[in-house]
């Protein structure tokens, strides 16, 4: 190809404005023929510059390596013909020299003369203007991207043709920058201009048609394992960009690096996911997240990109979820959720969602109603996040009253998952036998029931580890100063109800003894105590309330009985109980001591101590305030049908303390202690322990009834 001009012989010299600036692409033969045919010395005189045309692939520089990741290369290159190698003997200069040519005005005129009349030939002058937004192109835009070392950018050639506003803004997406980032250079030198989104190519510029010009794209921070790479096989650091803080968006800046991470949604929004975007879908977003979340991955992905500021990517977000707006500290999960349903929305395949109604399963195969399950999601959701990041579980319900099972499968994007630790409660309860003898013994247990369990966890869990019988049942209260508070026998009552610094004592009993009517004994003892300094007794309740069935029980006597058998094991040997009793008498002082009654017991007008050395039986409220009903030995129980609890107070004497060693039975240990259990090391907890928490079986309650509706 050849290029003619008056002016470009001297680059310093500009014609004269009244000139004619404009050139022509003719067909290199049409020209040649005329040029010919001229007189010499015409000839000589509107030779110009010509230029040799060279096919791209013969560049073998340093940006051959960007030429080769990039799987292209230009068409052709430029250079003048003193510069270049050896033309061929024929005059040709290159493929593309024997095909077409730009010349002058002047020159093209001289040409249609020679060739015809000029009358009957001239055409209008815009339609082989140069810079005519019609002008065909014949060699597309190819681009050639190099790294230059001393400046860290891109540079890109592209041709003077398409230097337009609208290209401009095309090169910025296509580089996925922003604008100010990106500049436009005269490659040649001759010129200098800057060319941005907000101006265009001065008109003044005299520039030659088949002149180059840069594209630069300022990359700043390039990384030294792009930089340095030696060849096109080396892999570079690409994906290892951060993201800038810009306020407590850490909780944004962790889910989108996790995004940005997953091979499949990188691969997906790196290639053309714009034609997959639903515009029509009323439960999304436009495409606007889906663009912008397309855009900021991108950048992450860019080659030696520097840390990113997602900026525009938030305040899109924050345009359709105002919670995220300003600069707060927020749930990342939470994020995550609306950022993961607001791409499926955009990015749904489905335009028109079909109406299905649900089959039971009906005996059928789980495999065979999974399938089913999981098509009609996907007939009415299709998108790779359906494709990366959703499936489905099964859900089993049984009716606890007709026992009907019914098998669902639901469709999930993510699962909250509890932690062993946080969905479990370690408890501690005391287990006493109600049968007597060698069975009247406290056993503390320690078990682990759901954090949000009932009370029917503990007393299953309790009873597991106590190896209770099949015969057996348990009874657990709630102690409170050595007095029982409340039973708890509501199976449906919530373990929140128990604070971790309660009491509790699980009592033992023959199922066969059910009906028969509670009693409950409430231990005092004659205590020392000291009152604006002078020593006083006062009786106080101390032990353990000992609770038993009033069965076979008709007199004072029998119910003396029964609740001396609860202290047999804890009876001292013979020979230590006499010798506590020498010691007492030798050491008992004669001076008068004031004695009041026992407490609360306001009723009682003399000293009620025991007279005959042993205990003393009355009938009191839940409280142990003495009521004005000693029982007597001798005679009956006066107990009416209808009684279900009967609570007796029981007087002990010092010499009944002394047989018997009631330390072992005077202290319960709360539920749970943090410090006993603080000096174990913590186990670890896997994702499989999660998961294993999550599908364990959970009774559903009367709140919960609307689960099994449909079944």
Avoid at 300 to 321: D, T, Y
Avoid at 405 to 421: A, K, N, Q
Wanted: with cysteine; net charge negative.
């Amino acid at each position: 190809m050849d290029c003619a001009s008056e002016d470009c012989s001297d680059n310093s010299q500009r014609p004269d404005s009244h000139k004619d600036q404009r050139v022509y692409f003719v067909p290199h033969r049409w020209w040649k023929d005329a040029q010919d045919s001229m007189p010499e010395a015409d000839s000589d005189k509107k030779k110009g510059i010509a230029f040799a045309s060279f096919p791209g692939s013969s560049y073998a520089g340093p940006m051959k390596i960007i030429n080769n990741i990039f799987n292209s290369d230009l068409v052709f290159s430029l250079r003048r013909e003193e510069d270049s190698p050896r033309i061929r003997e024929n005059g040709e200069v290159g493929v593309s020299g024997r095909d077409f040519a730009l010349v002058s005005g002047d020159m093209w005129l001289q040409a249609l003369k020679w060739h015809s009349d000029s009358k009957n030939v001239m055409k209008d002058d815009k339609g082989f203007s140069a810079t005519d937004s019609d002008m065909a192109d014949v060699y597309p835009l190819q681009l050639r991207l190099s790294v230059q070392r001393e400046t860290n950018s891109f540079g890109v050639r592209i041709s003077k043709k398409d230097n337009a506003v609208e290209l401009f803004k095309r090169a910025c997406k296509m580089f996925s920058v922003d604008s100010e980032m990106l500049c436009i250079w005269d490659y040649s030198d001759q010129i200098t201009f800057l060319m941005n989104d907000n101006n265009q190519v001065p008109v003044d510029c005299q520039r030659q048609s088949d002149q180059e010009i840069l594209l630069e794209l300022q990359v700043y921070g390039l990384s030294d394992s792009i930089r340095c790479r030696e060849g096109p096989g080396e892999a570079g650091s690409l994906g290892l960009t951060g993201l800038q803080n810009l306020g407590n968006t850490c909780f944004m800046n962790s889910s989108l690096q996790c995004l940005a991470h997953t091979p499949k949604l990188v691969d997906y929004f790196l290639e053309d996911y714009i034609r997959e975007i639903n515009h029509d879908n009323p439960l999304g977003m436009n495409g606007e997240i889906a663009l912008a979340f397309g855009d900021l991955l991108r950048k992450l992905w860019a080659p030696g990109a520097s840390p990113v500021s997602p900026r525009i990517f938030k305040s899109k977000l924050a345009r359709f979820a105002p919670q995220f707006s300003g600069f707060n500290q927020h749930d990342s999960q939470e994020l995550l959720a609306f950022l993961l349903d607001g791409l499926h929305e955009d990015l749904n395949r489905v335009k028109c969602k079909p109406y299905i109604e649900v089959k039971d399963g009906d005996g059928r195969r789980d495999e065979e109603v999974a399938d089913e399950y999981w098509h009609n999601h996907l007939a009415r959701n299709d998108s790779v996040i359906v494709d990366v990041c959703q499936g489905q579980y099964k859900s089993t319900l049984v009716c606890p009253v007709c026992r009907k099972v019914s098998v669902t499968f639901d469709p999930f994007m993510y699962l909250s998952l509890p932690l062993p630790s946080t969905t479990v409660r370690t408890m501690t309860i005391t287990v006493v036998s109600g049968n007597g003898g060698e069975m009247s013994q406290l056993s503390p247990y320690t078990i682990t029931v759901p954090k949000n369990g009932r009370f029917e966890d503990l007393t299953r869990a309790l009873g597991i580890a106590c190896s209770l019988g099949a015969d057996e049942t348990l009874l657990v209260a709630e102690v409170y100063n050595n007095c029982i508070i409340r039973f708890l026998e509501d199976p449906t009552d919530s373990l929140s109800l128990i604070r971790d610094a309660d009491k509790l004592v699980a009592y033992r009993f023959l199922k066969c003894n059910v009906d028969a009517p509670l009693v409950v004994f409430i231990n005092q003892r004659m205590e020392e105590q000291y009152v604006y300094g002078k020593q006083t007794l006062n009786w106080k309740a101390f032990g353990i309330p000992v609770v038993d069935r009033l069965y076979s029980v008709t007199n004072g006597s029998d119910l003396r009985n029964l609740y001396l058998k609860w202290f047999y094991p804890f009876q001292n040997p013979i020979e230590e109980a006499l010798e506590n009793c020498l010691v007492s008498k030798e050491t008992e002082e004669d001076a008068e001591t004031e004695v009041t009654t026992p407490s609360l017991g306001s009723n009682v007008n003399e000293l009620d101590t025991p007279s005959d050395g042993g205990m003393e039986f009355y009938v009191t409220d839940e409280k142990g305030t003495i009521k004005n009903s000693k029982i007597l030995m001798n005679e009956p129980l006066a107990i009416n049908g209808d009684l279900r609890l009967l609570h007796v107070l029981v007087c002990w004497s010092e010499e009944q303390l002394k047989i018997y060693d009631t330390q072992l039975c005077s202290s319960l240990p709360e539920v749970f202690k943090s410090g006993f259990l603080a000096k174990r090391p913590q186990e670890s907890v896997s994702l499989y322990k999660c998961l294993e928490a999550f599908l364990q079986e959970e009774p559903l309650g009367p709140e919960d009834m609307w689960l099994g509706l449909d079944t």
